[in-house]
């Protein structure tokens, strides 16, 4: 899914507003734009002589919960010059930086791949420009920072003028905040169109909640030429001109000047000699006429065109702003490092296949290498390996020849060939190691450990684990016998027993042979011991914290101290790493407290949630005593228990009709559980699996607004409806904006005061009747997408058309059941208009079911003192649904059964009604049941 950020638009897309604010919108490929919501604007204006600098901030909501590609089009006043862009990633501010367009694109690409985040800005027209940014985090805003720089019109008395967009289109929303600050340096008065304040240099705009619906339009009085110049930094400057003269003026000491008519007079920019003032390099003046430069120059001095473009830092044909947070810069400079090593690489092992001179493609691989973890002689060895691993297999092998070809491969590429060859090596050092320690393994079981040729096999086997792994193999040599006399006397050392004499002597021969201490293997299989021990003891001090009384806390720290004294010992033999902080009782204690907190803190919640809040203070001390244990507060807000109320609270909240009752009750328990504990409750959580959730919750909650603001109403609509058809077709999502208003009116309604009972019937009468053809059918046809047209004839005569769907790849249209239409079979007949223009007929048979579902109900008393209430309706029921005076519905449960639901009840209920609908939205009331 992508999105696009552009000024309001009045009819196509690319028909843009003149004078409007840039605003978010939402354009998934092929379909039509669907407007973003912007949140925020600020604009920071400097009007010096005939230059103004503007800096324009732009919030916009992303209310979708998933990632998004934003793509910001902007449309700059005629004449300005965009001369900085930047956005925010998290907190970091990411400024855009000029690149030549394909380098440009090239890292974006790049980067995106991965999921990452930058942005990517380029000129896409006159005075248009276009970013991209990926990715927009879900449910969260995208920042952005516009800076552009544009020389003021002059009109026929000389004034000049400055405008400001800020109107917004009708069906926008309002704005949380709209603030503007301008500020003149060179004129003498000031006056504006919003009765800001007049004759001043400097005026201050803001609204808040609102939207603007006029653009700010500052007038700057004088007569004359204005004229803003600044040197370069060295001997020249650079100027910027307004004239009101018949024909464009020629500045003295001034070359590559650039005139073109401008509002009622000229803007003439250029060069000038001699620079006496305090420098400016890279000021608005020079901006401008750079960019009237690049229009000069046009496409065809490409080379021309991308220095001065990357000398003044504005966007041109062939370059483009790109912004990297500074992560990922840091990441992919390190990747682009990667990469034109490797292409160093493959150049100078392409120049030594081909006998060509190398001297200057090494000192360049030997160049890209420093400062990295890598060496040319590690990149030829693996450029190479292919060519010269197979003849180091043979020079193990025995094969002279093929020796003596390596070592002069070897030394013309440049590289040491006894890596290649302890490689090769490697695998048969392997399996002679294998060997050897078999052979040991046997002189031992035998006795013969004393022997010549076993100390001549632990020689060798030294030097073939060296070959293998550069370690000592006989580390991990222990036969059977030898590891668990070693666990004998590690069991003896934990114990304090007297160590076996037999058990001692086998070890001390295995350590004579090997020339390892006897600790070498106690400790080795000490270790296994240690572990378990110590998880004995953390089981231990897990049931003490279960099971304690708050009563006894004594026992209970009698008990704890023991298993402290107990643990220490056995941490303190346990092995850790380098720079590994060793575990103490203390923190093990610790931490099955926390575990035992999590669980003894969700009882807890339950307790204050529920009917029986008196039972709290007995779990209420065990919190507390956890509490200093753990070190930690109790996690109220992690509960599940506390979490599920949280969750419920807000699916009640989000429903068009409100059940104030459940919502009553659900707050009760909340406070219930937050008043006793001083616990604040955090933001209601959202409903990820809904992508419009703020989108909808904005709308019905201007809906509940008496009087509602009929113009933020109604574009709130057009955004949820846009949204939703993109899913699920456009006759969906106008049903469902008109359920989603009605019922809510309804709701507000039914909560006045005095409501007017012939606008409630009205009401009721529409929500039944929406809720019945929320359930129409719908018709999908697998069709080609390219298909010219594809409309249904239905049972009554009427055509509709039917609407390409995106997401399931075909035709669809949900149609009504016309009320007469009579039950049984009724074909629908289908058109499809194909791309070359022949046609297709199709006929599918539709069933109408008009008659509603037969049911049963009974209630029946069960030995414990509940009530099964149990429905048995025809096979076609899909559900049912039991309703209480003053309680929440509840879903029956079916039973296995076509047609058989049931649920269990606390007690008999009165004035039961209970609704079964079929698969057809057909339903039936059943308010008698029998009593068993």
């Known amino acids: 899914m992508r999105w696009l950020f552009a000024p309001l638009t009045l009819a196509p897309l690319v028909a843009l507003a003149p004078a409007a604010v840039a605003q978010a919108l939402l354009k998934p490929h092929g379909e039509s734009a669907t407007p973003l919501i912007l949140k925020t604007l600020h604009a920071d204006v400097k009007i010096t002589g005939p230059v103004a600098t503007t800096t324009r901030t732009l919030c916009y909501a992303n209310p979708h919960y998933q990632r998004i590609e934003a793509d910001f089009l902007y449309q700059l006043p005629e004449g300005a010059v965009a001369t900085a862009f930047a956005y925010w990633y998290g907190d970091e501010k990411v400024p855009a930086r000029i690149a030549e367009r394909e380098r440009a694109a090239a890292i974006y690409k790049a980067i995106t791949t991965r999921q990452r985040d930058p942005a990517l800005v380029e000129l896409v027209g006159k005075n248009k420009l276009r970013a991209r940014i990926f990715p927009v985090e879900p449910n969260a805003d995208l920042r952005i920072e516009l800076v552009y720089v544009s020389a003021l019109p002059r009109d026929r008395d000389g004034s000049a003028v400055f405008t400001l967009p800020l109107a917004l289109d009708k069906e926008a929303p309002y704005l949380d905040d709209c603030t503007a600050d301008v500020s003149v340096v060179g004129w003498p008065t000031l006056q504006n169109n919003?009765?800001?304040?007049?004759?001043?240099?400097?005026?201050?705009?803001?609204?808040?909640?609102?939207?603007?619906?006029?653009?700010?339009?500052?007038?700057?009085?004088?007569?004359?030429?204005?004229?803003?110049a600044?040197?370069?930094?060295?001997?020249?400057?650079?100027?910027?001109?307004?004239?009101?003269?018949?024909?464009?003026?020629?500045?003295?000491?001034?070359?590559?000047?650039?005139?073109?008519?401008?509002?009622?007079?000229?803007?003439?920019?250029?060069?000038?000699?001699?620079?006496?003032?305090?420098?400016?390099?890279?000021?608005?003046?020079?901006?401008?006429?750079?960019?009237?430069?690049?229009?000069?120059?046009?496409?065809?001095?490409?080379?021309?065109?991308?220095?001065?473009?990357?000398?003044?830092?504005?966007?041109?044909?062939?370059?483009?702003?790109?912004?990297?947070?500074?992560?990922?810069?840091?990441r992919y400079e390190t990747e682009k490092r990667e990469a034109e090593i490797q292409v160093a690489t493959?150049?100078?092992?392409?120049?030594?296949?081909?006998?060509?001179?190398?001297?200057?493609?090494?000192?360049?691989?030997?160049?890209?290498?420093?400062?990295?973890?890598?060496?040319?002689?590690e990149l030829l060895r693996s450029a190479f390996s292919d060519d010269l691993y197979p003849l180091a297999e043979r020079v193990v092998q025995g094969?002279?020849?093929?020796?003596?070809?390596?070592?002069?491969?070897?030394?013309?590429?440049?590289?040491?060939p006894l890596p290649l060859l302890w490689e090769a090596r490697a695998p048969y050092a392997q399996q002679e190691l294998l060997g050897a320690l078999r052979k040991l393994t046997v002189l031992f079981q035998t006795n013969q450990d004393s022997s010549d040729s076993a100390r001549q096999l632990v020689s060798h086997i030294r030097k073939l684990g060296k070959e293998v792994s550069a370690q000592d193999a006989l580390q991990n040599f222990c036969p059977q016998a030898v590891a668990q006399a070693s666990q004998h006397l590690a069991h003896a050392q934990l114990d304090s027993l007297t160590p076996s004499p037999v058990d001692q002597a086998l070890v001390q021969r295995l350590a004579r042979l090997t020339g390892l201490s006897e600790e070498h293997y106690i400790e080795t299989a000490m270790q296994p011991l240690v572990f378990e021990r110590i998880r004995h003891l953390q089981e231990e001090?897990?049931?003490?914290?279960?099971?304690?009384?708050?009563?006894?806390?004594?026992?209970?720290?009698?008990?704890?101290?023991?298993?402290k004294k107990a643990l220490a010992p056995l941490l303190n033999r346990l092995r850790t790493e380098p720079g590994e902080v060793r575990t103490t009782p203390e923190k093990v204690v610790q931490e099955q407290a926390r575990y035992q907190l999590r669980e003894v803190t969700e009882a807890y919640v339950k307790e204050l949630a529920g009917n029986h809040p008196e039972n709290a203070p007995t779990v209420q001390p065990r919190v507390r005593h956890l509490v200093q244990l753990a070190e930690l507060p109790a996690p109220i807000t992690e509960t599940y228990a506390y979490q599920t109320l949280l969750r419920d609270l807000s699916f009640e909240k989000r429903r068009p009709r409100l059940d104030r009752h459940r919502i009553a009750t659900l707050e009760k328990q909340l406070r219930q559980v937050e008043e006793p504990t001083g616990t604040s409750r955090p933001p209601l959580p959202p409903f990820a699996y809904d992508n419009d959730e703020p989108l909808r919750s904005q709308l019905l909650a201007e809906r509940r607004?008496?009087?509602?603001?009929?113009?933020?109403?109604?574009?709130?609509?057009?955004?949820?409806?846009?949204?939703?058809?993109?899913?699920?077709?456009?006759?969906?999502?106008k049903l469902r904006i008109e359920l989603l208003l009605t019922d809510t009116e309804l709701d507000t309604l039914e909560n006045q005061p005095a409501p007017d009972a012939r606008a409630l019937a009205a009401l009721r009468a529409r929500s039944k009747a929406l809720h019945a053809r929320f359930g129409d059918p719908l018709l999908a046809i697998d069709a080609p997408k390219d298909a010219q047209q594809v409309v249904a004839q239905l049972a009554d005569g009427s055509v509709k058309p039917l609407a390409w769907s995106p997401e399931h790849q075909r035709w669809e249209l949900r149609f009504d059941v016309p009320p007469h239409a009579r039950p049984g079979a009724w074909d629908i007949h289908v058109t499809i208009v194909h791309a070359d223009g022949h046609r297709e007929a199709r006929v599918f048979p539709v069933t109408v079911d008009m008659d509603a579902p037969k049911a049963q109900g009974s209630l029946t008393r069960l030995p414990d003192g509940r009530v099964r209430l149990e429905v048995r309706a025809t096979a076609d029921a899909r559900r049912a649904t039991a309703f209480f005076a003053g309680a929440e519905p509840v879903a029956l449960t079916p039973t296995g059964q076509p047609g058989g639901f049931f649920t269990l009840l606390d007690a008999l209920p009165t004035n039961l009604t209970v609704v079964v609908t079929d698969r057809a939205h057909n339903r039936t009331e059943l308010t008698e049941l029998e009593t068993r």
Request: glycine share 8%; net charge positive; with cysteine.
């Open 705 to 733: 607004k008496l009087p509602p603001n009929r113009e933020r109403l109604r574009a709130l609509a057009q955004q949820l409806e846009q949204l939703t058809a993109r899913e699920k077709g456009r006759d969906y999502a």
């Open 399 to 416: 094969d002279r020849t093929a020796r003596q070809r390596l070592f002069a491969q070897a030394e013309r590429i440049g590289i040491d």
């Open 541 to 563: 001090v897990g049931h003490h914290l279960q099971s304690f009384e708050p009563d006894r806390l004594p026992d209970l720290n009698t008990k704890l101290a023991v298993a």
């Open 230 to 330: 600044a040197p370069s930094g060295g001997r020249d400057g650079f100027f910027a001109l307004t004239s009101l003269q018949k024909d464009a003026p020629s500045p003295a000491h001034s070359y590559a000047v650039h005139r073109k008519a401008f509002g009622a007079g000229w803007l003439v920019t250029g060069r000038y000699r001699q620079a006496t003032q305090k420098p400016e390099p890279n000021g608005p003046a020079a901006k401008l006429w750079a960019a009237q430069e690049l229009t000069a120059l046009g496409k065809s001095s490409r080379q021309q065109a991308v220095a001065l473009s990357l000398r003044h830092g504005i966007v041109c044909a062939h370059t483009s702003w790109i912004a990297i947070p500074v992560a990922e810069r840091e």
């Open 346 to 377: 493959d150049a100078l092992a392409e120049a030594i296949r081909r006998h060509r001179p190398t001297a200057v493609l090494r000192a360049r691989l030997a160049s890209r290498c420093k400062g990295t973890k890598h060496t040319p002689q």
């Open 194 to 228: 919003l009765g800001l304040g007049a004759g001043g240099s400097t005026l201050h705009y803001s609204v808040q909640n609102t939207r603007p619906d006029k653009n700010l339009r500052v007038r700057v009085s004088g007569s004359g030429d204005s004229l803003l």
